[in-house]
């Protein structure tokens, strides 16, 4: 009974505050949540968890009566507060997303609880739990919403927006060509189209540019022995450390009389300069966690020492290069002060250089927060698909053996 009581002191808490936020979004509420509806609700919930842990076993058998009973919690809301409150779209809304935002923040925070005997160490052990959950949600609101609030302007119309700026709702019934007509201006009247296809190109080549000299480089300072070696290892991120602000008008001056200003060759050396050093550092750390006795033996089997790259090193090392490669690809796609300062002729510009076009005046905002969401989301989804591999392969090389 203790243990359900917390979980329903937490579920009446979080439902305040999930609800509140759900109907905000919709648009702007002077309404408070309904106080005691809430509170029973999350304490009925509660119990209902306590009880279906202790008397309920299997787990399928739990989720059904979960479900089963919020939903029988929430008819009895409906009929004793609802229908008397005359519940509007908004309420409606939050109702239905409170419910599964509280079941998920909330799903582990009796794992591992033995509710029939329950002592007060179990007790902390699941507030720490719930504190920790809610935590994590409120974090994540914190920065998804700067997203949600780029996204929702972009989907408004020039009227909407000027009635309302701070307005977060969306109407998502309107027709289509009306509800992302601010992305189809953006891509067709200001060449959004052909800024993606250059910074797709951009990108990838610096990638492989990037990728070829550095294995090469990681390989020869982990692997062979020269004068120099070790200084050379110490080095590698000398240029690194300066600043891009420094470099910029040297740069500029030295590719404006090579006449490489303005074209993608230039703008490509460039970003490789800048990636080269980070990425065969990181290569070289990775190199020295891989046993060299492989390699020794592809020596002696008559691998040259270029197919002994090819063929054992780039296998093992394939999870650091492709986190490399990830890294890499969002540098390019993301850098603006090089693309800014040498791209002149919209026809080469990149996404980065293309978003200025819109910060002026007589452009709407919900133009510019278009544009920011077409080039926010394809490195949101590489990240968000890859970021295991990501992470592990940049990790790899942190602990040698």
């Not at 229908?83 to 309420?91: C, E, I, P």
Request: net charge positive; aromatic share 12%.
């Amino acid at each position: 009974m203790t243990v359900a009581l917390v979980l329903g002191v937490f579920y009446t808490i979080l439902s305040v505050f999930v609800w509140f936020l759900a109907v905000s979004l919709l648009g702007k509420t002077n309404a408070f949540p309904p106080l005691l509806p809430m509170v029973v609700t999350g304490v009925l919930v509660g119990l209902s968890n306590g009880y279906c842990k202790v008397r309920i076993r299997g787990e399928k058998r739990q989720i059904l009566f979960s479900v089963g009973a919020g939903l029988i919690i929430a008819l009895i809301w409906l009929l004793l507060y609802g229908f008397k409150a005359s519940l509007t779209v908004k309420d409606v809304f939050g109702a239905l997303i409170t419910f599964p935002i509280i079941k998920l923040l909330s799903r582990n925070a009796m794992k591992d609880i033995p509710l029939s005997r329950t002592t007060k160490g179990h007790v902390e052990l699941m507030v720490v739990k719930i504190l920790r959950a809610f935590g994590l949600f409120f974090f994540t609101l914190i920065v998804v919403f700067p997203f949600y609030f780029m996204l929702a302007t972009s989907l408004k119309s020039r009227a909407e927006y000027l009635m309302d700026p701070a307005n977060l709702s969306v109407n998502l019934l309107q027709h289509p060509s009306k509800l992302f007509g601010g992305y189809i201006e953006v891509l067709f009247r200001f060449g959004f189209v052909r800024f993606i296809m250059n910074s797709a190109i951009v990108a990838a080549l610096t990638v492989v540019i990037t990728l070829i000299p550095s294995i090469l480089g990681a390989y020869a300072v982990t692997r062979l022995r020269f004068r120099g070696r070790d200084l050379l290892s110490r080095l590698i991120l000398l240029i690194y450390m300066f600043p891009a602000i420094v470099l910029v008008i040297p740069l500029y001056s030295v590719f404006t009389q090579a006449g490489l200003r303005d074209t993608r060759l230039g703008l490509l050396i460039i970003y490789a300069a800048m990636t080269i050093p980070v990425a065969l550092y990181m290569l070289r750390s990775y190199f020295l966690t891989l046993p060299a006795d492989l390699e020794e033996a592809g020596l002696i089997d008559g691998l040259s020492r270029l197919g002994v790259i090819i063929r054992i090193t780039i296998p093992l090392a394939m999870p650091a290069i492709a986190a490399i490669g990830l890294y890499v690809f969002m540098i390019a796609w993301n850098e603006f002060l090089f693309a800014y300062m040498f791209l002149d002729t919209p026809e080469i510009f990149t996404l980065a250089r293309g978003m200025v076009m819109l910060d002026d005046q007589e452009v709407p905002r919900q133009l510019l927060m278009a544009g920011a969401v077409i080039i926010t989301v394809p490195i949101m989804v590489l990240f968000i698909r890859f970021q295991k591999h990501l992470v592990g392969g940049l990790t790899a090389g942190g602990v040698k053996g």
